[in-house]
């Protein structure tokens, strides 16, 4: 019994060191921590918290605090040194601004493809390019570059006003409701094409909500983008077929394997028997 | 939105497209002369002096404003005695008739003056003659805000 009671004080002596310690190391980890400042931040009240961007970081825009930033008209010099201005705010249509330089590696693409007769668009949208202004751009060079179908303007002012951040950018503008529907930098037109089947979608998403109806119109919109990035224009061969694929044939020909092999075994024994049973019918007195 | 140059300013209301150009010259030391175009639609990127290719677009609520420079031994003929550009537009000079390219509904106008020493045709194109009463102040606010710098010594064939 003695030995009992000694083998159990010397267990409680244990565990109490054994909890002893774990209070000490308990308290070294929050004096560490309270050290490294955690916890100041519930004395604090929600004023004082500050964020911010990191260094380099472009602010966002207001466009990205719940509203849609407004185009701009666009006034300036061609690079032939006339004089230009285009409405974009609200008008009918809805306008592409191209915002391209002289200089970019990047945007020889762009200006070699607005050549001709220009790329193909959404109905409805005009394509404008937009560079920097005479301190900013060679003018003889420009007149190199300038596609005959689509206009060139020369304006820093424009550039400013659409806070542009890097060449080649595109920003897409309704023209009724002069909202920016997108915008984006982009290294090839089917990027570029993204913007109106964002704007597509978008709008789909918008009529929803406030109307709880219409998709008609957003739905032709999508199919025609997303045809115009698969390459597939207005008139296109692949629209017109020559011959339509043949339709499946009913019956025997639709059903499977299997189903054909079960038929032919039904019909190899159901056929024997049934003109055994009509001899025997016939010759029978 | 205000656009200038070749001597010629515009101060246009919203929703309006514009142009001052000069046409280079077919040969050289040719003399051409600057051409307004200003309009509440889309003007294309192929238009004539006097707007053909773009009157074609027009809807009846459109309106086409022409300002044509013409070379200065110009401003000695009779054409061009009116000092100034007609303020307001006279509603009732604009006719069928008066179009340089007929098409039908539309009405137009033309007057020919000097100001600042250079002579000028002012064309004006309305999309609608039956409501030419609505479209005539549209264009004759257009008009009274052109700004026309008196002629200087510049570059051979123009201002």
Known sequence: MTTLVVAEAVAIGLLGLLVAGLLRSHADILRRLHQLGAGDDDRRSPADVRFGLQPGVPAPRDGLKGQSPGGHDIAGQTPAGDAVALAVVGIAQNTLVAFLSSGCSTCADFWESFGGSGPTLPFGTQLVVVTKGTDHESESRLRQLAPSAVPVVMSSAVWAAYDVPVAPYFVLVDGPSGQVRGERAATSWAQVAHLWQQAAADGRLAERRTTGTGDDGFRAARADAELLTAGITPGHPSLYPSSLPEPPKQGFQSADRSDRDRQRALLAVAMPVAIAAGIRSTWSP | ?159
């Open chain 2, 1 to 159: 939105m205000r656009i200038s140059a070749h001597g010629m300013a515009a101060d246009l209301p919203g929703g309006w497209d514009a142009r001052i150009y000069r046409r280079p010259p077919e040969r050289p030391a040719a003399a051409t002369h600057p051409v307004l175009h200003a309009g509440n639609f889309a003007l294309p990127a192929e238009r004539g002096d006097y707007g053909s290719g773009a009157v074609e677009l027009m809807s009846a609520a459109h309106v086409l404003v022409v300002l044509r420079e013409f070379g200065a031994e110009a401003v000695d003929r009779p054409l061009f005695a009116p000092r100034g550009r007609p303020s307001p537009v006279p509603y009732a000079a604009f006719r069928p008739d008066g179009l340089q390219r007929a098409i039908q509904g539309q009405a137009g106008a033309q007057f020919f003056f000097t100001e600042n020493g250079r002579p000028f045709c002012l064309y004006v194109v309305l999309g609608s003659y039956v409501n030419r009463s609505g479209l005539a102040p549209v264009a004759a606010g257009v008009v009274d805000r052109l700004q026309i710098e008196p002629v200087t010594a510049g570059p051979a064939g123009g201002p």
